[in-house]
């Protein structure tokens, strides 16, 4: 039962650490002015309509890039540890 509570409270944490990432990654990302960067660079090239999707794209994948190590860590590591999980990296690639 140790072993449980141990894996749940490692899962708490990380979800927190994952929020609180993800909320600096956002401001960051409005304030710095890359947002406005990213937003002129699609306008250069592509119309107008495909904007907020080209824009949503463009997030989603940055996002994941920076977000990779964390759920890496989270859903391989974490799972392996606790044997939880018996996949190899390749397979969860």
Known sequence: ???AKS???EKYTLSLIETGYIIVILFFFAYSGLSKSLSAGI???SPQVLLIPAYLLAAYILYYFLNFPLDF???????HKYHLSCQKLL???
């Open 73 to 79: 860590y989270h859903s391989f590591v974490l799972e």
């Open 91 to 93: 397979d969860w690639l």
């Open 1 to 3: 039962m140790d072993a």
């Open 43 to 45: 306008l250069r090239f």
């Open 7 to 9: 894996y749940s409270r």
